[in-house]
T-cell receptor
């Protein structure tokens, strides 16, 4: 059975304190791994797609990386506006268009 | 640009009542997804459409749930009869193409409370 596990469940950071979020996955055939950000009361917002091991994507203070078993979302020198829940999702080769989401990591960045 | 529009934003109803949630996807998008989010189960895909045709409804919990997409600019998710365990936030998302890129555009959700 396909599984997506995110850790930690919650993360509290001081402004400027860099950290990483983990998304480990067990799927039959990975089509892509996706990162989303979700603010309270809002729908998830797409951040990145990673297709193959070794691939990296960056956007402002966020950098996503992918290995054969997990993905990391690195937050460099975070600001309070980076506070959100970060979700990862996987798409598999036998599930056309279908994404399976992890439970998310809630990040709080304090000034 | 208008994003995905969902209505109602909040719905409180009593057990046994019919609930209809509505979604207007982004103009030009041809794939539409209905997700449900709860604390216990996270985000779960219920059903998705491509070119108005249902492709996979394996996530629909049971026969009480039904979804339609009569045209490219409108979709509904209906629950009849509703039960307290249906309480959740229901999201609609759309994208251009099959969704293989994983870039879905989500609406702000409809928060359903069934008493």
């Amino acid at each position: 059975e396909d599984q997506v596990t995110q850790s930690p469940e919650a993360l509290r950071l001081q402004e400027g304190e860099s950290s990483s979020l983990n998304c480990s996955y067990t799927v039959s055939g990975l089509r892509g791994l996706f990162w989303y950000r979700q603010d309270p009361g809002k729908g998830p917002e797409f951040l990145f797609t990673l297709y193959s091991a070794g691939e990296e994507k960056e956007k402002e203070r966020l950098k996503a990386t992918l290995t054969k078993k997990e993905s990391f979302l690195h937050i460099t020198a975070p600001k309070p506006e980076d506070s959100a829940t970060y979700l990862c999702a996987v798409g598999t080769t036998d599930s056309w268009g279908k994404l399976q989401f992890g439970a998310g990591t809630q990040v709080v960045v304090t000034p | 640009d208008a994003g995905v529009i969902q209505s109602p934003r909040h719905e409180v109803t009593e057990m046994g009542q019919e609930v209809t949630l509505r979604c207007k996807p982004i103009s030009g998008h041809n794939s539409l997804f209905w997700y449900r989010q709860t604390m216990m189960r996270g985000l779960e895909l219920l059903i998705y459409f491509n070119n108005n045709v249902p492709i996979d409804d394996s996530g629909m919990p049971e026969d009480r749930f039904s979804a339609k997409m009569p045209n490219a600019s409108f979709s509904t998710l209906k629950i009849q009869p509703s039960e307290p365990r249906d309480s959740a936030v229901y999201f609609c998302a759309s994208t251009l193409g099959s969704g293989r890129t994983g870039e879905l555009f989500f609406g702000e959700g409809s928060r359903l409370t069934v008493l």
